[in-house]
């Protein structure tokens, strides 16, 4: 920063002063306030945790009682301390059972009581309706058994107020400093600095309008007074050599003197024009490679935004197409549970030589295959993944290569060489093991029939950290990736055909001879779900490479469970009403449950269920999420639970768990199960439901 005069450059050093006097002072300030919030903290858990500490078991006593009133009385009584806005008492399930002030009133949720249940208590500062309060939080036991939570509100705004008040103080004080201490240093500086060099000043000015000889009277013994002196007799030696210089023109070689300083001087002068044509030459050239490189940006600009408007519409064709794959899979769900439910009925009753037992397989295992066929349509609809778990890549890449699936297919192309080199230090990934084993099926059949006269296909998987974006097929964001790598050596993809290689249905070979046409698309869906990238190096006639870049993770894998024995699913006689708005579909959970031992009933909508419980108990709902066109299982269960408020429910669908089941989940639903039904399917969620209800109360 440049200053004109050496008043604004003292200026200036008195702002810096100034404001480092500023930081210093807020520093301190800042750590007062700071130890000072942390003192008050510490005393406020010191008091609250003392009241808790003695009145902890009389509160007890009365929630172990279920005296709800005088609970109230106790909280009141709690209340009157000093500083205490309110509390809450709760139940172990987090609903509140007394409170002195409605304004706190709020369940306590799930993550506060797992953090209570390993903490015991916690104490932390909220903001509530603009205020801030003190929450301190606190299991309540009898005996060591727990069987309620405290919460108290201490209300700060006194403390505050204190502290607003305190920082006033000391930002007056600061205000007043810096004002005295401007005020004396500018006074100072003015009288002995600022004085005299305006007397210098003017002197110079006099001395360059030719008065030389000028004298300066400054009586000082520092530098300035140096600077004085020195003046003086630089003015006078000018004075005498102007005179001297004056006898000299008189001479007659003082005109070829002149003569050769006004060549020098036009010298310089043309010198300097041709600096200055050099200069403005090197400008324009420099804006003209801003210009170009201007243009290059834009026409860069350009190419991007018509490559995004491409993906937009890909993206949408997707998207629509995915809504019909969805809707069909819906009711391909439907029908298909017989098919792969009554099965396993079926085979519960017949003996392992019974010469039936074959074709019900027979059945079952189409039902399924056709089942897996539904997963890829709820893939492309981009409803198919329920739960992800922490997987390993290498472990699906290696139970693929040895399923019979592969040997299938390496029996039809047997030209086909598979290698494999599989990361050993490889990161685990989150995900379905269903469909990312499709999406490794599906790239190696792929692989295989672009070669189908014979070939090699190579498998690789490695860690990879992306530092920075990189352009591709799907534009890869920076992070840590776990990529998979399938390449063949078939005839590679064509650019027309590399856009729409993702879309359902289409493809270059016989439809029904090589598959049912979602391949790809379901690769794509799987990407979608799993927050994937794709990118695909391919040449013609050369062959492809599809690299899939899924997030990784550094959790570690969960071991699969194994087949679960039907005895520890059976029931007991209770009570089970079924509600569906299809008839077979309760035909088969009918079935089905009956064979395990439950007595059941059905109805086939939610507001026949309303009816039901009105004048009837059951031990546990099994509700159909998707009922048409009277009311969905949500809004039958918030129905039913005015009725009866500890209703056991299980929840079941053909799609993937969404907001509304998650919403009935959080009313009290417990397990979801997906359609079609299995008999452990079904079992297990209704025997999870009615031991987890039993435990809880």
């Not at 298909?336 to 397989?361: C, H, Q």
């Not at 190696?444 to 352009?471: H, L």
């Not at 290689?501 to 016989?510: A, G, L, M, N």
């Amino acid at each position: 920063m440049k200053f004109k005069s050496l008043k604004a450059k003292i200026n200036f050093a008195i702002l810096i002063a100034c404001a480092i006097i500023t930081v210093i002072f807020g520093t301190v300030l800042y750590q007062y306030e700071v130890y000072s919030k942390q003192l008050h903290f510490e005393r406020i858990e010191i008091l609250l945790n003392a009241v808790f500490q003695q009145k902890k078991e009389e509160l007890a006593n009365e929630i172990f009682a279920e005296q709800k009133p005088a609970l109230a009385n106790s909280l009141n009584e709690i209340q009157k301390v000093r500083g205490i806005a309110g509390l809450i008492a709760y139940d172990l399930n987090g609903n509140v059972l007394a409170s002195t002030d409605k304004k706190f009133i709020a369940i306590l949720s799930d993550l506060e009581r797992k953090h209570l249940d390993i903490s015991a208590h916690s104490i932390k500062e909220i903001k509530y309706d603009g205020h801030a309060f003190v929450n301190y939080s606190s299991i309540i036991e009898v005996i060591g058994e727990k069987i309620g939570y405290l919460k108290i509100y201490f209300d700060l705004s006194k403390i505050e107020k204190e502290s607003f008040l305190t920082r006033v103080f000391f930002a007056v004080l600061l205000l007043s400093i810096l004002i005295s201490v401007s005020v004396s240093i500018t006074i100072l500086i003015s009288r002995s600095v600022i004085g005299p060099t305006l007397i210098l000043r003017k002197a110079f000015e006099k001395v360059q309008k030719g008065q030389l000889g000028e004298q300066v009277y400054i009586n000082t013994d520092d530098e300035i007074g140096e600077m004085a002196t020195a003046f003086n007799d630089m003015s006078e030696k000018l004075h005498e050599q102007s005179l001297s210089l004056i006898n000299a023109i008189n001479d007659k070689e003082s005109y070829a003197l002149k003569l050769e300083e006004t060549n020098n001087k036009l010298e310089k002068l043309n010198i300097s024009l041709e600096d200055s044509v050099n200069k403005r030459t090197s400008e324009l050239t420099k804006s003209n490679k801003w210009l170009q490189q201007e243009i290059n940006e834009r026409k860069h600009a350009e190419k991007e935004k018509k490559g995004l408007e491409e993906k937009l519409v890909r993206s949408q064709k997707m998207e629509a197409l995915g809504l019909l794959a969805g809707g069909v899979a819906h009711d391909l769900n439907n029908v298909l549970t017989g098919l792969v439910s009554y099965p396993d009925f079926l085979l519960m009753n017949l003996a392992e030589n019974d010469p039936i037992r074959k074709p019900i397989l027979t059945i079952r295992n189409s039902g399924q295959k056709a089942a897996d066929i539904v997963q890829d349509l709820l893939t492309l609809a981009r409803r198919g993944v329920v739960n992800t778990k922490v997987l390993n890549l290498n472990i699906i890449i290696s139970n693929h290569l040895k399923s019979p699936e592969c040997k299938e297919l390496q029996h039809h192309f047997p030209g086909i060489h598979i290698e494999t080199n599989l990361d050993a230090n490889l990161l685990n990934i989150k995900g379905s093991s269903i469909h990312l084993e499709k999406t490794v099926m599906n790239l190696i059949s792929n692989a295989a029939e672009a070669q189908s006269d014979g070939g090699k296909i190579i498998i690789i998987t490695e860690n990879q950290y992306v530092d920075k974006p990189i352009k591709g097929y799907d534009n890869i964001m920076a992070g840590e990736f776990v990529v998979l790598k399938v390449s063949d050596e078939g005839s590679g993809i064509a650019h027309d055909d590399l856009e729409r290689i993702f879309e359902p249905f289409y493809t270059k070979k016989v439809m029904g001879r090589s598959g049912t046409g979602l391949g790809m698309a379901v690769v794509w869906g799987t990407m979608q779900d799993h927050y994937g990238y794709i990118n695909i190096d391919t040449v013609e006639g050369k062959g492809t490479t599809f690299k899939l870049y899924f997030p990784a993770t550094r959790k570690k894998a969960i071991k699969e469970k194994s087949s679960i024995p039907i005895e520890n699913y059976m029931g007991n006689g209770e009570s089970i009403l079924i509600v569906d708005d299809i008839k077979q579909q309760r035909e088969i959970a009918s079935d089905l449950l009956k064979e395990l031992g439950y007595s059941v009933t059905t109805v086939p909508c939610g507001e026949k269920a309303i009816e039901y419980m009105q004048n009837n108990i059951a031990d546990i709902l099994l509700l159909d999420m998707i009922m048409e066109p009277g009311i969905d299982g949500l809004d039958t269960y918030k129905q039913i639970i005015k009725l009866n408020p500890e209703q056991k429910a299980i929840i079941a669908s053909g799609f993937a768990e969404n907001d509304r089941v998650k919403e009935a989940q959080a009313l009290g639903v417990g397990e979801y199960v997906k359609k079609p039904y299995t008999l452990e399917k079904i079992g297990m969620a209704i025997k999870v439901e009615l031991s987890a209800r039993s435990v809880r109360t």
